[in-house]
């Protein structure tokens, strides 16, 4: 007897993305977006397939978020984004609804959202996640996405 493996790779994953980009903290969110665009080209997604949506802080970002799924054109969804800590009660709030409002809209229209949206406690651990030592997490959240598209395209054959 073997076991059925249903799992995704990243040479299967063309089809059309939406990136959603919140604007705060623009010098962070910038080189996620510039990871995330070059992480797709570099998996075989066409320029052509890609749109970007630009709102303007993370707390917009499941609303946009909610509509492009909406439009029923994406195979998936990229949020980015950076909530960094800064000494008010905000920073949880922001992240919270933020982080929360996409899983909402992944599971409501069935398709992936990747979450991109740094949430950490300085400056410097920002910097660290967007393209230094910590990797790129627009890098990231892009290749999860290509994953989990072509994860979902295994499941339905
Ligand atoms: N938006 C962010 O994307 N990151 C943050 O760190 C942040 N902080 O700390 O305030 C932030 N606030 C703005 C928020 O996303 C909304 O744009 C704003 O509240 C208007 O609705």
């Not at 007897?1 to 995704?8: A, D, F, P, T, Y």
């Not at 799924?69 to 990229?78: L, N």
């Not at 919270?96 to 899983?103: L, Y």
């Amino acid at each position: 007897m073997s076991v059925k493996i249903i799992e995704g790779d990243f040479v299967s994953g063309a089809g059309k993305y939406t990136i959603v980009v919140g604007r705060f903290n623009a010098f962070v969110v910038e080189s996620l977006l510039a990871g995330a665009l070059d992480t797709l080209k570099r998996h075989g997604i066409k320029d052509s397939d890609v749109r970007v949506v630009r709102v303007p802080g993370a707390f917009e970002i499941p609303l946009a978020v909610q509509k492009v799924a909406a439009q029923k054109q994406d195979d998936a969804i990229i949020a980015l984004g950076a909530v960094i800590r800064g000494g008010t009660p905000h920073f949880e709030y922001v992240s919270g609804e933020s982080s929360k409002g996409i899983a909402q809209v992944a599971m409501d229209f069935s398709i992936p959202v990747a979450n991109g949206i740094l949430t950490v406690n300085s400056i410097e651990q920002a910097i660290e996640r967007s393209g230094t030592k910590a990797g790129n997490k627009g890098a990231e959240a892009a290749l999860s996405a290509i994953e989990m598209v072509s994860v979902l395209r295994n499941l339905e054959a």
